[in-house]
């Protein structure tokens, strides 16, 4: 009998497998045909959950190269057998089975980028004087590239410049579109440096259905929440790629040498690319590239190629700047250096993402007061317990507490949050209190963004996005 059962459990095991491997050949497919989001997003679900009811059958993770029956020599399949599979990071698509979301440490690992250690975040803090911003502290902004070098030149009285970005695929940002500018915005304030801000409105056009009218009309629009943020115009430059490459040959000359250095290879290996491509996307990251190098804006820094460039941006983005490293040096320009934020969680929990056509998936910055209230209570995703009983005794999981995630990014003051986490973890808060707690940052936070975005005229904007000098010490 107990071989009978093993071998059924190998046959429906092996379904599995192969019920896996077609669905990965579907998600593939779907991507080659450029399918909506929302169809792909439905397919990759289905191919997690798939590797989820695998790893639950079988107690090790699905392997491509290793059916199950047929054990890979050498591979460790104990518990401690790597969950890196169901982490899936790249600038189009972020997926995790984990309720705690993607495993950073593992990332930082993959991706060869190195942690922000308490030694840097005490080193910024001597650096600039001043207290490292919550996103530091709390370890939202995790890993980074060459930031000590930055340290280096900042202490020696050289130069360095910050750049960010945007794609608006949308008019309505919410508010995990914020974590970056609101990082940006203090790194602006305690260095005092000049900033670029890419709208890659072009990007939204080929990779969305989008004509090239709607993706301006967004940039312009979501131009405006950035400019909410409270960043300086005397040294911030936000630019449409639209707009600015066909007036800027020293931007277009630096795409052209980062795209001569690049093979289809290299894209392919890097980004996922395939033959069913449009050739738009296949060269659009020397685009995303071309502003990590001083020279694309003459109008700023002349004809200087030496000025460091300091790119904070969420881990998603990385690939771009991987090869943006690698191509520096070949072209004679200095590697950007990076600083990587974790992800914001959507409502529903942190192995879902948020979509923008989804409205119940993110609190947008356009919500008022009582979507934010419903928002919370009817859909942010909770670590309490099944009832007051049972969550009085055992107490919430903070780990995967959607309410408490968002405190993490928004409560500013430590001491609350360490309280809050206390309370909830012992059972002596409820999760409708922390929900009330997190509606009660989220309502004003909101409101003055509100606020202060209908401050910003089109002429305002059209001030920010003008090529000109910028004010910055060292010159």
Known sequence: MANMANSEACASALELFNSITTQGEHVRALKARNASKDEIDSAVKMLLSLKMSYKAAMGEDYKADCPPGNPAPGINHGPEATEAEEDFVDPWTVQTSSAKGIDYDKLIVRFGSS?????????????????????????????????????????NKKPFYLYTGRGPSSEAMHVG?????????????????????????????????????????????NAKDIIACGFDINKTFIFSDLDYMGMSPGFYKNVVKIQKHVTFNQVKGIFGFTDSDSIGKISFPAIQAAPSFSNSFPQIFGDRTDIQCLIPCAIDQDPYFRMTRDVAPKIGYPKPALLHSTFFPALQGAQTKMSASDPNSSIFLTDTAKQIKTKVNKHAFSGGRDTIEEHRQFGGNCDVDVSFM????????????????????????????????????????????QARRKEVTDEIVKEFMTPRKLSFDFQ
């Open 406 to 449: 968002y405190l993490t990014f928004f409560l500013e003051d430590d001491d609350k949050l360490e309280q809050i986490r206390k309370d909830y973890s012992s059972g002596a808060m409820l999760t409708g209190e922390l929900k009330k707690t997190l509606i009660e940052v989220l309502q004003p936070l909101i409101a003055e963004h």
């Open 177 to 221: 579109h914020l974590i970056p500018f609101i990082f940006t915005k203090w790194l602006q304030d305690v260095f005092n440096v000049p900033l670029v801000i890419q709208m890659t409105d072009d990007e939204k056009y080929l990779w969305k259905d989008l004509t090239l009218d709607q993706a301006y009309g967004y940039a312009v629009e």
């Open 115 to 155: 942690k922000i250690d308490k030694e840097l975040i005490n080193r910024i803090e001597r650096a600039t004087g001043q207290r490292p911003h919550h996103f530091l502290r709390r370890g939202i902004f995790f890993s980074h590239r060459d930031m000590n070098q930055v340290l280096d030149a900042y202490e």
